[in-house]
């Protein structure tokens, strides 16, 4: 191969496997159907251990750029050339920062979706720095600040997104907003007029459509499917403002998009003129392999991604940000002045502490754990508790997974979780939504029990 490996960069020598091996494929240096070493002679060829190659292989194969052939090795995939490709990063990295109950006393059980385990945040260490920016903090700092945000917060995000999502920015495409929904919010204000049409994924939150067409624009539905946004069925002769879309965990079915049809959507977004919006609202807790490169890798100048602090921290920091192509950083900076001056800097400062302290990497590593033990748990539970016929959808990552039934559920179904003190959203197609992040083991035998016996009637 024509790589090779920086074994002390602080990107991990699997990541740089598979940033090389990516960027060959969707650059056309590899070609469809061209046979890669196998692990063991790559991990030979590279000085590596065999299970750097084989996670960098697990997660090209994640993403659709390679498939495997039984008995006859690993191969470039279909479609995962995309024209006019470089892989260009900034300019240089962006400088680092220096009891349980018993279950006849369980009351209602609800299984909302986006909510994580909130009483396994390290508050006291977050409180302990929060009163510590609070006594200490400079004139300046308590002073206005700059309406994207604080610099160094931008420059760590950026950094942080780089090395764990692929996202390709520098601090100044950053603009920190008060959660993920300002966000959006500005960006409908700032892109869509009365009279524009917006596509957006169905199904999908019904919120999320309400602040798309909340300044008058048009919108249209595309349909998703195991995989997510069916982009074959991105319609011929419509020019959209914006294209909203979850591709790395989609709201609410959990498809991931493969890379043929992230490269679709992009490729249909440039003929068009349009902006994807990319929501990437709890991608961090991938259970099945590392996490997904994001959309905006692929394609900085057509994409703007949408984050938050509310799935990896807690809700109510109200903490988000947005990553915008250049044209777009000035004008977005003006609106968030107008809309309320900055993002609380008390909070802000509070977080830059947290992450130079490696709190906030600790803390996902830790919950990731957790989640994928609880959802392992959700999936034996529903097993053992339902007598009928179901499939699970979305489980390969973030805080909830659907359950579709093979047969109609009851007229009354609704009625009948009320009744058991149940809380979870019915979708069309017979599928129930559950969230489990914030359900401890026990909570969650007792809400699928008694799901159970609203089935049963």
């Known amino acids: 191969m024509w790589f090779s490996i920086d074994k002390h960069a602080s990107v991990p020598m699997f990541r740089q496997v598979f940033d090389a091996l990516q960027g060959a494929v969707l650059a056309g240096q590899l070609h469809a159907g061209s046979k890669l070493p196998s692990t063991r002679e790559l991990a030979e060829q590279l000085n590596v251990s065999r299970n750097v190659i084989l996670e960098a292989y697990e997660l090209l194969l994640a993403e659709g750029y390679i498939t495997g052939r039984s008995g006859s090795g690993t191969f470039v995939a279909e479609g995962a050339c995309l024209a006019g490709y470089t892989s260009a990063a900034p300019d240089g990295e962006p400088p680092a920062a220096p009891a349980a109950l018993k279950s006849s006393e369980l009351a209602g059980i609800s299984f909302r979706t986006g909510l994580p385990a909130l009483d396994l945040f390290p508050m006291k260490q977050w409180g302990s720095i929060l009163q510590s920016v609070c006594m200490n903090s400079s004139s300046s700092e308590l002073a206005y600040g700059d309406p994207s945000g604080n610099y160094e917060l931008r420059s760590l995000l950026a950094k942080h997104l780089r090395r764990i999502r692929g996202v390709i920015s520098k601090p100044e495409h950053i603009v920190i907003t008060s959660g993920a929904v300002q966000a959006l919010q500005l960006i409908v204000r700032l892109l869509l007029q009365s009279g524009d049409t917006v596509f957006a994924e169905e199904p999908s939150n019904e919120d999320l459509k309400n602040i798309l067409t909340s300044t008058g624009a048009k919108l249209h539905e595309i349909p998703v499917d195991d995989w997510g946004l069916q982009s074959q069925k991105l319609p011929v002769g419509m020019s959209p403002t ?62 703007i991604y949408i984050g938050t602090f509310s799935k990896i921290m807690f809700p109510s920091l109200r903490i988000g940000y947005m990553i915008v192509p250049e044209s777009l950083v000035e004008p977005c900076r003006q609106l968030k002045k107008l809309s309320d001056y900055q993002t609380p800097s008390i909070e802000q400062l509070a977080l830059i502490r947290f992450m130079t302290k490696g709190y906030l990497n600790a803390h996902i590593l830790k919950m990731k754990k957790l989640y994928k033990k609880r959802r392992e748990h959700l999936v034996v539970a529903l097993n053992d508790q339902l007598s009928v016929e179901f499939r699970v959808m979305g489980k390969a990552a973030g805080l909830h997974l659907v359950v579709e039934f093979v047969y109609p559920l009851p007229d009354d179904f609704g009625n009948r979780l009320k009744e058991e003190e149940v809380y979870a959203v019915i979708l069309p197609y017979n599928r129930l939504l559950l969230g489990y992040g914030h359900l401890d083991e026990q909570q969650i035998d007792e809400g699928v029990r008694r799901i159970g016996r609203a089935l049963r009637g």
Do not use: K, M, N
Request: hydrophobic content about 30%; charged content about 25%; some cysteine.
């Open 242 to 303: 914006c294209i909203y879309a979850t591709p790395s965990h989609q709201f609410p079915l959990g498809g991931i998009l493969p890379i043929q049809r992230r490269i679709e959507l992009v490729e249909y977004a440039r003929r068009c003129g349009s902006y994807i919006l990319e929501d990437d609202y709890d991608s961090e807790f991938r259970y099945d392999g590392a996490p997904l490169h994001s959309l905006q890798s692929l394609c900085p100048e057509q994409v």
